[in-house]
């Protein structure tokens, strides 16, 4: 049978029903601005086991959202202020909860306010008046879907996981892949791409150098600069890191973020000197990225370099090294210690 709660009793039930994020039974996220509406909605779901969230507002769906990962939101479109739309897109716009299936429950019929909720990442449509066996099967439906997210979701905590063990071998390079990732993602937004490419970049971002994992430390730990043989050895962690990718579900759709992330925008980078647009935009941005963050970060061998410093070398390099029109969208904020991110954050890393 549901039961009930909103944001007001989560610091009593927060304990009772989370587990690493995901809560220990099944929870429905009702928001709606109508406390009438989510009356019958925590009434139609007592036919399921689960816990019923409500919110009354797409803020207050956004927090409770933060604290707790519900396994289905049903989602009012038509709410002052924040409408549903706006709360979709920004769930689905979130790596942490993408895969939260979201249903927008509304009066409207247009076929254009249908392609504005797709559009938003909306998993699907009910409409009002609510049909309680209606419910009932999609909210069991988009249960069973969602498990299937989830092992996806247990994919890809494995391979943060992996990437996480590199940096820390990698001369303890803590915060790097995630900054580089949330970065990417950001620059990537700028530059006007959109949907799934915005996960690959930021997962591209945090397993970028997962290859790395198969270096013998005395190379990846060395407090100095790298013999031409040490640092052959050290490039085949491009390939090492494909084979990984290419056995991983959820890391696939990035091996040409892997691949080729040390290409170089005139030709002369490796493994395959590509150059120009044969090179993925995904491999520029994660390029442009990694270098920076690892050039105002501290090495084994070097500390890491100014932020006017390090923007500096971007624009030297921006026609050769990397492309010069991303090059000139990431250095936009010309005053963020850290572009897109805000902050500069130190570590440890060696990009060759």
């Not at 809560?23 to 009438?36: I, S």
């Not at 927090?63 to 709410?79: F, K, S, T």
């Not at 730990?221 to 491009?238: D, N, Y």
Request: proline letters at 5%; charged letters at 25%.
């Amino acid at each position: 049978m549901a039961t009930g709660f909103s944001l007001s009793t989560m610091a009593v039930k927060g304990q009772e029903i989370e587990s690493e994020g995901r809560p220990v039974r099944r929870v429905v996220l009702a928001v709606d601005d109508n406390p009438l509406n989510l009356e019958l909605l925590q009434t139609y779901l007592d036919g399921v086991d689960c816990e019923v969230a409500i919110a009354g507002s797409g803020p207050e769906a956004l927090e409770i959202v933060a604290q707790m990962l519900p396994n289905l939101v049903l989602l009012d479109v038509m709410m002052p202020g924040m409408d549903g739309f706006e709360v979709c897109r920004r769930l689905k716009a979130n790596p942490k909860t993408r895969f939260v299936p979201v249903v927008l429950v509304t009066s409207l019929e247009r076929v254009e306010d249908r392609v504005r909720g797709f559009e938003a990442g909306a998993d699907d449509f009910m409409s009002k008046p609510i049909d309680q066996a209606e419910l009932l099967a999609r909210v069991r439906s988009l249960f069973r879907s969602n498990e299937l997210h989830d092992q996806l979701d247990d994919a890809e905590r494995v391979t943060f996981a992996l990437a996480r063990a590199v940096a820390a071998k990698d001369g303890g390079t803590e915060g790097h892949i995630e900054r580089v990732g949330e970065a990417a993602q950001a620059l990537g937004r700028a530059a006007g791409l959109t949907g799934e490419v915005l996960h690959q970049l930021y997962l591209g971002g945090i397993i970028h150098d997962i290859g790395k994992i198969g270096i013998p430390d005395a190379i990846l730990t060395k407090p100095a600069q790298l013999e031409p043989w040490e640092l052959e050895i050290m490039r085949r962690h491009v390939g090492i890191g494909v084979e990984i990718a290419a056995g991983l579900r959820s890391a696939a759709a990035v091996i040409p973020i892997i691949q080729n992330h040390h290409e170089w925008f005139d030709g002369s980078g490796y493994p395959n000197h590509l150059s120009d647009v044969r090179i993925p935009m995904v491999a520029r941005i994660v390029s442009i990225c990694d270098a920076y963050d690892a050039m105002i970060s501290d090495r084994p061998y070097r500390r890491g370099i100014t932020p006017a410093t390090a923007r500096s070398i971007l624009r030297q390099g921006a026609g050769t090294q990397w492309d010069p029109a991303l090059v000139r969208l990431f250095l936009a904020r010309e005053h963020a210690p850290h572009p897109f991110l805000g902050a500069q954050g130190r570590s440890a890393k060696r990009s060759s």
